[in-house]
Every structure is written in C-alpha cells, then in structure tokens.
C-alpha cells in the first residue's frame, strides 16, 4: 500500500501493516483537483494499473510514457524548468466513481503517474504538472517494492504524530505497527479504513 501526502509532500510505502520506507515528493504546483488539462493533482484511492521501465537505465527520459534513449542531466536549467518524466513510471488508475474515475475526471486517462524527475531539487515541494514526482535513486526502490494491483491512497494530509509515534519507534528498535497505534487513538481514520481494505482482499484471494 502507498500513501501519499499532499500537504507533507511524502510517500510511505506500507507492507504488512508495517511503514517500510518513506520519500519525499512533489505533487502539483496548480494544487490538488481532478479536472481534465487542470494540470492538478487527484485525491482518493487508485491503484499502480501499469509499471513502466524495469531495467531502463538511471535518468533515462520517457516521452508519452515510452523510453526514448536519451538521458536527462538532472538540476540543471532546462531540467528545472520542463517536466521531463525519467527513469521508472507507475501508472495509477482511480477507483472511486465521480472523483478519479471516469469521463473528465478520470485520473488514468489524465494521465496521472508516479515517475522519476531530473528536477529533484524541487522535491519536497509541489512543482509537478499533477503527477507524483520523486528522485530517480528512490523510485526505483518504490518500483522494485509494489506490483500491479498496490493500492495508493492521495490524501492532503497523513497525520504528523502518526510520522513521529513511527520514528520514535524506529529510533528504539521496534517496528511501528499500525493497528497497535490505532488501539491508543493515533490511527488517522481514512489510514485505517484503507488497512482495512487491504486485509479484506488478501483474505478474499486466500479463499
């Protein structure tokens, strides 16, 4: 499961109700909506509908989402002021009627991905066209984790106590574990609901 923050401009990817890694990103500059050519970026769930790029070599620039053999030098100036797409590309698909999915709104026909950038100076700040950009180092580690099919959950904001109750757990040893800290009222609701939604289809497909 991915999660993304709009408000902290991060990604946490969930395994097993544990947070295995956290990233930093930049969604939209135009802010957050779900308009056709809005350039914004979607809220809700989605899934990963398609993964792009496995073994393309680092930095490699992708144009209507096919690699095209050339390199991007990343933080230079063109690279700081275009939106090139580089080095791995997962494409999401919404799943909630009226929000991001369907007719004009639809965030997989918008176009709307998780993708590398030669812009990572800009990472950590909203400075994307309406997709999730990240740093070419980090996502490969993110493609190489999540499969065809990984929920992904776009909220505006993923609670910061959650963030510092999980480092401080870190920090001592132990691995933060999700349905522990919902016992003790941390839990925010919607991280909780989608957990939920992940244990119920794992128990499905055991059936």
Known sequence: MILISIKEQKLLLIQDNYKVAEYPISTSKFGIGNKMESNMTPLGNHIVKEKIGDHVPHNSIYKDGKFIDE???????EALSTDLITTRILKLDGLENGINKG???DSFNRGIWIHGTPAEENIGTPASHGCIRMKNDDVILLFNS???GTSVNI???IMAQIQEKQNNSYNRGHSFRLKDRRKKGVMDSALWKLGNTERRKKSERRK
């Open 146 to 148: 999540v499969e065809v």
């Open 71 to 77: 390199k991007a030098t990343i933080n230079n100036k």
């Open 155 to 157: 909220e505006m904001k």
């Open 103 to 105: 007719g004009e709104i």
